[in-house]
């Protein structure tokens, strides 16, 4: 057989993509090449997403995109990879066709065996769960990417179990990667050229893996990332607020180069909702951490995920929310309306009681509320000096580049000819809800 080519369209979180990353280099190991045209590929893979009902049926609507293609080449593959294909292993075939195959998260390295039973024109599956499966071993293959920054995968899976979410049902136990892998890769990176990482994981903080008889934790392993190079920028992402530790506090105080941006997913500012939700931590537990981590340092930006009309919220307690956000007045948020998935803990024991027209009206709220608060934090940045990491062309025009400072903030500024990669000083003249726009100082 000739050498074959994939296409592959990733949906969801960072971990998606990370993951996407992982599924080129084990194609590619297999004379499969990866190309970006979908029309030049004879694989086409969706790697996709259960959060949320929308996400699944923004999938399915591509699926039968897809369909068509398949209806002018037969030979066209099909496959469903990640969260869905794993949320969804008895039923997507049923459901969808024209699919052929579908991989779970832990087992990509499988993938090119799928293909070829495929090829041969059997349905292909494989969604077994692995309890340590880190693709601690694979290079990433980062196509198409800016070649500044790169997502690292720490661990996977998650075991908290709170009771909206279906990640633990999708993405199995919790485990960490080795250590020096980790370190290898982004040494690795930063030698290529890129100039900032955000290492990955469902829950970052509890990171733990045994090296030389030392046992490293989070806050070591950030450190040991940072100490690769004062030129290489770290972030990270996720953390749960119940592990948010104080040693995590101290090394984002410690190193420059560790961001000065934190997104802990808050969900509810009300400690009814959040008991019914599983969190394990209350209001004013929550509150502690985030005035802890802004008294130790007060330029950190902090962004959050709240979700609106869970499972028996009250026009209280989503008043509560409220009050949180104007008491904490975050400079950022991802915001949803509660989607119920099938199996969890919350279909299971609660009703999906709060109306839609409710859910939006809510959701509205707290997204006015929230642009608000970005655009107040904006305008205290006018007149300010950052140093921005420059990523590339500004999408508005070719005349501007754009980066972002450690608090993780877009900035838009002229291109005096500046190289991607490298850091410069820009000083705010005028900024949006979204973006601070600025000129270069040097
Ligand atoms: N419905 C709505 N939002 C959800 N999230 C997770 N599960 C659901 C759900 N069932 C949100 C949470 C999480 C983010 C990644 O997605 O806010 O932090
Ligand atoms: Fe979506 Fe969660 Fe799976 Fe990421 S881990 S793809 S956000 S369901």
Not at 248 to 254: D, K, P, R, V
Not at 313 to 318: A, G, L, W
């Amino acid at each position: 057989m000739g050498i074959r080519k994939a296409y592959i369209e990733t949906y969801g979180c960072q971990m998606n993509v990370a993951d996407s990353e992982v599924v080129r280099a084990v194609l590619t190991s297999e004379n499969i090449v990866s190309t970006l045209d979908i029309s030049d590929a004879d694989i086409i893979l969706i790697n996709t997403c259960s959060i949320r009902d929308n996400a699944e049926q923004r999938v399915i609507k591509r699926l039968s995109e897809f369909a068509s293609l398949k209806q002018k080449r037969a030979d066209i593959i099909i496959g469903v990879i990640g969260c869905m294909a794993e949320r969804m292993k008895e039923t997507i075939f049923e459901k969808v066709k024209s699919v052929d195959l579908i991989a779970g998260p832990d087992s990509y390295r499988d993938l090119p065996r799928l293909i070829d039973i495929a090829a041969s024109g059997e349905k292909a599956s494989n969604v077994l769960l692995s309890v340590d499966e880190t693709y601690a071993d694979i290079n990433p293959l980062r196509l198409g990417d800016n070649g500044v920054n790169a997502f690292i995968s720490i661990m996977r899976g998650c075991e908290n179990f709170c009771a909206y979410c279906v990640v633990p049902y999708t993405r199995g136990k919790e485990r960490s990667r080795n250590f020096s892998s980790i370190i290898d890769e982004a040494k690795y990176l930063f030698d290529n050229g890129y100039r900032e990482v955000t290492l990955l994981g469902q829950n970052v903080n509890s990171y733990k893996t045994q090296n030389n008889n030392e046992q490293i934790d989070f806050p070591k392993l950030i450190k040991a990332v940072a100490q690769i190079d004062p030129l290489l920028r770290v972030r990270f992402a996720t953390s749960h607020p119940k592990d948010f530790s104080n040693d995590l506090i101290e090394a984002i105080m410690q190193y420059d180069n560790i961001c000065k941006s934190v997104h802990l997913p808050m969900q509810s500012g009300s400690t009814s909702v959040l008991k019914r939700m599983r969190r394990s931590y209350t209001f004013e537990w929550y509150l502690e951490r985030v005035e802890t981590l802004k008294k130790h340092i007060p330029e950190c930006s902090l962004s959050t995920d709240i979700i609106a009309g869970f499972c028996g919220e009250t026009e209280q307690e989503h008043q509560e929310t409220i009050a949180a956000m104007n008491q904490i007045r975050f400079n950022d948020a991802f915001m949803f309306k509660y989607s119920e998935r099938p199996n969890t803990i919350a279909a299971k024991k609660y009703k999906d009681d709060v109306p839609d027209e409710v859910k939006s009206a809510r959701l509205t709220e707290i997204i006015e509320l929230q642009k608000k608060h970005s655009l107040q934090h904006n305008k205290k940045d006018i007149g300010i000096e950052y140093e921005v990491l420059i990523e590339g062309s500004s999408k508005r025009s070719e005349k501007q580049l754009y980066g972002r400072n450690s608090q993780n903030k877009v900035v838009v500024f002229d291109d005096k000819g500046f190289l991607k990669g490298t850091y410069i000083k820009v000083r705010i003249s005028s900024v949006t809800s979204a973006t601070l726009l600025g000129d270069n100082i040097y």
